[in-house]
Nanobody, 112 residues
């Protein structure tokens, strides 16, 4: 079992920045693909970005060039640096591990 806890959400004005963190605990010895997903109000959960253990990354088109995903394998922490935030980035953001484990989610609100 893997437990994931997100921190760093909040409210920000358009154009601002936030950094999300996700701390993993439990059976973390073999974490491979880790990622961020989000669920905007009234919509389905969607992919944001993921990163392999070796550092390879993939991003949704909507966040490319604005968001950066990274990880610290020694500390078992996943990050999402979000810059140039837009109101449409407003959502509950979820951390995911190997498409099997989910965090509880954290709110990000971007006002215009």
């Amino acid at each position: 079992q893997v437990q994931l806890v997100e921190t760093g959400g909040g409210s920000v004005q358009a154009g601002g920045s936030l950094r999300l963190s996700c701390a993993a605990s439990g059976s973390t010895y073999n974490l491979n693909l880790m990622g961020w997903y989000r669920q905007p109000p009234g919509k389905q959960r969607e992919f944001v970005a993921h990163i392999g253990r070796g550092g390879s990354t993939n991003y949704a088109d909507s966040v490319k060039g604005r968001f950066t995903i990274s990880r610290d394998n020694a500390k078992n922490i996943l990050y999402l640096q979000m810059n140039s935030l837009k109101p449409e980035d407003t959502a509950v953001y979820y951390c995911n591990s190997d498409l099997a484990y989910w965090g509880q989610g954290i709110q990000v609100t971007v006002s215009s």
